[in-house]
Nanobody, 127 residues
Framework: QVQLVESGGGLVQAGGSLRISCAVS????????MGWFRQAPGKEREFVAA????????NYVDSVKGRFTISRDNAKNTVYLQMSSLKPEDTAVYYC????????????????????WGQGTQVTVSS
């Protein structure tokens, strides 16, 4: 059974930076495309970023383009989300997820395509 564990969340001031991580265990990491989603109070879970199995293709929601960077280290079975120029509207619980529907060079933004989810890590950006 694949397990995903996020870490690195916390409280940061607006304009600051934070890196969150997601460690994958219980399976082979390389076959999975990885994504980050977030859910703010009272809102639906939304796509943030995704990275292909090879790491060569990435995809971002428009609101984070130029500020967030997704990356993966297949040797460490870990995916990262580097967040910069954070805004209060970035405040949410951030979830990582794994999927095997996409090809090696593609990503998917659809929540329903992801098979495995972490428990989430809280990111709070103060104004």
């Amino acid at each position: 059974q694949v397990q995903l564990v996020e870490s690195g969340g916390g409280l940061v001031q607006a304009g600051g930076s934070l890196r969150i991580s997601c460690a994958v265990s219980g399976g082979t990491f390389r076959p999975y495309g990885m994504g980050w989603f977030r859910q703010a109070p009272g809102k639906e879970r939304e796509f943030v970023a995704a990275i292909s199995r090879t790491g060569r293709t990435t995809n971002y929601v428009d609101s984070v383009k130029g500020r967030f960077t997704i990356s993966r280290d297949n040797a460490k079975n870990t995916v990262y989300l580097q967040m910069s120029s954070l805004k209060p509207e970035d405040t949410a619980v951030y979830y990582c997820a794994a999927e095997r529907r996409s090809s090696y060079f593609d990503t998917t933004t659809h929540l329903a395509d992801y098979d495995y989810w972490g428990q989430g890590t809280q990111v709070t950006v103060s104004s």
